[in-house]
C-alpha cells in the first residue's frame, strides 16, 4: 500500500480531515470518501466534464487532480450551490430551459456554467458554446443549456409560483438564442 | 380505427417543467455508480487484446495473491452456470450464431472480450490485480471487412462454418404489395447505382454502464444501468436458470441510453454469478475506454443500391443489397435492425417495384445492435442520398423530385410497397413550412452567386424527408418477423386515500421525462392536480409488467396503457360515486375530478370517492374496496412521424472544413403532450444525426484494436461543433391511437444525418466530387476535392 497523507479540505462549508493515498483522485474522495456523489464521472481521459467543481471559486475537472492537491483549498460541488433551501440561478434556469434530460452531465455543465459566468457575466452564444467545450452532453444537442446560461446572463428572473408565465418567458428565451 | 377523442383537458399541449428536475440539478442522483451496500465487492475485468485468439492457459495465482484480492474468476470456473448470452431475433429459421458465454472460455472473437474477472474490495485494488492475471494466447487470423468477411477466407469464429449468420429478404412481387424490381431494372429510363457506407457508431450514452448486485436476502436484486429492466430480468432467468420471481431489478436513475443500454451485457451476467459465489453484494462500473471498446455499437452497413426512374423523374423501383455487421456475436436483437430497416427504405415515396436483401455477417468486432433510430437511420440515408443522386442524374431539383414521388396527402391511408401502412400524413405543409423559414429560394441565389465567383467556400443546401415506423410495435407484426417478445406495455393507476394518484409504467425512463408526461396524461383524464400525480418506474417490483423504453413507444404504446388504465378508474368510481350519491349512473357526468348528476350541483369528488373506497364503511354491493386499475395496450399499427430537414452547409474548398450554417427542420409527431419535452428530444437526435454525418466513428487497425477508444478520439460533438436549430412542427393526428401521437425520439437522428451529407455534397459536385463518406472530416472532403481536381485535369 503505498503510504497516505494526511489533507484538510473545506467542501461545501464543512471541514474535512482525512488520510488519503496519494494516487486518489479528487473525484474519487469526494465521491467515496466524503459520500458526494452528486458529482459524477464520464471518461477517463479528462475530455467529459461530468466531474466539474469548483477549486477556490474555479473550476476544475475534479478527475484531473489528486485529493492531495486540494489541501487547505476551499472544494464547492453542486450539492453546495443551492443556499439555504434555495436554487443557485443556474440551477433554476436549467430547469426552466429544459436543459437537462438525463441529468448526468448536468452537475458540471451547471459548475462550468457558474464559472464561465464568473469570468464573462454577459457572454454571447458563441462564447457560452466555446467556454463549454470541456463540458459534453449526449441528450440535449447543447441549445436549451446555452439558453439556459444565457438567461442567468441577461438576468431572467424566475419565480417560483406561477409556472405559466414561466413558461412563456423560457419559450422566449430558448427561441430567442441565436 | 376512428375513437371519439376527448382531448379538451388543459394539461395536453401544456410546456410543463419536469418533475425529474429536482434531484438531477441538486446533485441528489441515484445513478447506479452511487450505489453502496455494506459489505460490497468491487469487479474488475480481464480483457483480451487480441481480437481473435484461443485461450491456451490462464494463470491467476498472483492475481488472488494481490491484497484486497477475494477471488479471479475465469471462463472454465464459471462453465456450467454461465449459460450463454441471449439473441431475441432469430430473422431467419436457419440463422447461425456462435454459442456466447459472458466469460470467454475457449476462444476471444473481439479485442476487450472478457476472459477473467477479479473481485476485490476496492476497485483500485481490482484494477490492479487485473495486470497480473496471465493469460497465454494463441493469436489468430482476424476478419474486419465485411466484402472481406463474406468470401470466408478468414472465419471470425473458428467455431463456424461461415462468417454469414442470415439472409432476409423481402421482394415486393412475392409478397404482393408491389412489382417485380427485375423489370423496373430491365424497363426504366435512367437507372443510377451507387454503394453507400454506414459507418459503425458507438452510443456513447454519458453515464458509463454500471451494476450493482446484491444476493443476499430471498431474492437477488440488481440495480443497473439499464433501458430494459424488465426484459433484463427475464432475461438474466433464462440465461442464468434461476426462477423470475427471485430476480428484481431495478433501473435508478439511468444516464443516457439511446439503444445502447438495450441489452444483456456480460458485464451483467458476471456481476449475479460473482455476487452469488461471494454471498455479498458486488459492483461493476465500467470505464469509459470500456464503454467504448465493448459497449454495443450501431450503424455498421454496407448499403448497396439501385434506384430507376423515368427521365421525367417518376420513381420506379428500388434495389437494396445490404452488408450488415454483426461483430462478434449476436445479441438482443443484433440480427433484427436490419430487418426493421427494411421497411422504411421506401420512404415517403410510392414506387411499384422494391427488393431488400440483407446479409448479417460476423467480424472480429464487439458486436453491434439498438443505436438511436435503429435500422431507420440507415434506411432513410440511404434513399435520400440515392434520391439526391437521381436528382443530380436528371438535372432536377432536389425538392422536385421528391414531391414528384411523395404520398399525396390526399392519398392516405396508404399501404406502401414494403407492406406498411401508413395511417396519416401531410408531407406538402411539412415541406411548404420548412421551405419558407429556410428561405429555400434565397439560398439557392447565395448557392449560384458563390459558385459563380468561385468563392472559397461554397454552399450547399442538403435536403431531406424522412417518415418511420414508431410506437413498436403491434405484437403480431413482431410475431411475423420472428422476434421473441411482443410489443405491449403496460400501466396500472391507483387512487391513494387521499385522493393522490399513482402510475406506475412499464415503460422505464433515462432522460426522456416520462414522470412528467404521464402526469399529464393522468392529470388530465382524471382531473386531478397535475402535482397530486406520482409515477413510478424502473422496478420490476413496483412496475410488475413492462417492455420497456426504446423506439420511440413510450407514448404511443405506455401512455395509451395509462390512459386505459385511468379510464378503468373512472369507470369504477362512477359506480361507486353514483351509490354515495344515491344517483343513477347514467345520470351522472364526470368532469374536473368530480362527478356531478346532470343539471344539479350535487357532485362527488375524486377525493371524497377515494376516501370512501378506503374506509370502505359504505360500498355498493358486489364493488371491491379499492380505485385500482391496469390496463395491457398492444397497438393495432405503427405510428409514422414525418418531416422535412432542410441544411444549409458551408464547405470550404482549400482546407475540407464543414460548417452548418443554418438548420431547420420540421416535424409532423401528431398530437403533443409536452412541447418543451418535445423540442428537447428533437434537439438531441440532431446532435446525434448531425454527429455522424461529420464528427462519429469507431476506427479499427488490421489487427482488430479500436483506434478510437477514448473521448479523445472518438469525437462526441461539444457545444462549439453544433449549429442553433431552428425548429416547427406541423400536426396531423395519428389515428392508429387515442391520444393522435407518433412518438418522437428518433426524428432528429434519421432525418439530420442525410440532410448533411447532401448539403455537403452540394456544396462541392459541381467541382466534380462524387461522394464524401461519413463522418465528413475536413480531411476526407479535402480528398475528395483533391481527387475531383485529379479526375478534371486528366480529362
Ligand atoms: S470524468 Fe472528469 S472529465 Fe470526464
Ligand atoms: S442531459 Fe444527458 S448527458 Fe446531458
Redesign the pocket.
Known sequence: MASSKTITVDVDGVTYTDDVEPRLLL?QYLRERLGKTGT?????????????VHLDGVSV????MFAVQADGHQVTTIEGMAQNGKLAPLQEAFHQCHALQCGFCTP?MIMQSASLLKENPHPTETEIRDGLE???CRCTGYQNIVAAVKSVADGVQYNDSGISANVDLVEDQRAGVS | MTATVERGGAEIGKARLRKEDAHLITGRSRYTDNMVLPGMLHLAMVRSPYAHAKITAIDVSAAKASPGVFAVLTGADVADEQGSLPNAWPVTPDQKAPNHPAIAVEEVAFSGEIVAVVIARSVAAARDAVELVDVDYEELAVVMDLEEALTDNVLAHTTLASNKSATWVFDSAEAGTGSSIADALLNSDVVVERTLYQQRLIPAFMEPRSTVVDPTGEQITMWSATQIPHILRLMLALTLGIPESKVRVIAPDVGGGFGGKLQVTPEEVITVLAARRMGKPCKFTET?SESLQVGHHGRAQVQRLKISATKEGIVTGLDVNLLADMGAYLGLITSGIPVLGAFMYNSIYKFPAYRFECNNIFTNKPWTDAYRGAGRPEATFAIERMMDELATELNMDPLELREKNWIKHSEFPFTTVAGLEYDTGNYEAATAKAVEMFDYQGLRAEQKRRRDAKETVQLGIGVSTFTEMCGLAPSRVLGSLNYAAGGWEHAQVRVLPTGNVEVVTGSSAHGQGHETAWSQLVADRLGVPFENVEVLHGDTQVSQRGLDTYGSRSLTVGGMAVLAAADKVIEKAKVIAAHLMEANEDDLEFASGAFTVKGTEHSTSFGEIAFAVFSAHNMPEGVEPNLDSEATFDPVNFSYPHGTHLAAMEVDTETGAVSVLKYVCVDDIGVVVNPMLVEGQVHGGLAQGIAQALYEEAVYDDAGTLVSGS?VDYLVPSAPDLPHYITARTTTPATSNQLGAKGVGEAGTIASTPAIVNGVLDAIRHLGVKDVKMPCTPSRVWHALQEAKTVEGVQ
Open positions: 473525484v459524477l464521472i464520464g471518461c477517463d481521459t479528462t475530455n467529459c466534464g461530468a466531474c466539474t475537472k475534479s478527475c484531473t458540471g470541456g463540458n459534453l | 469509459r473521448f
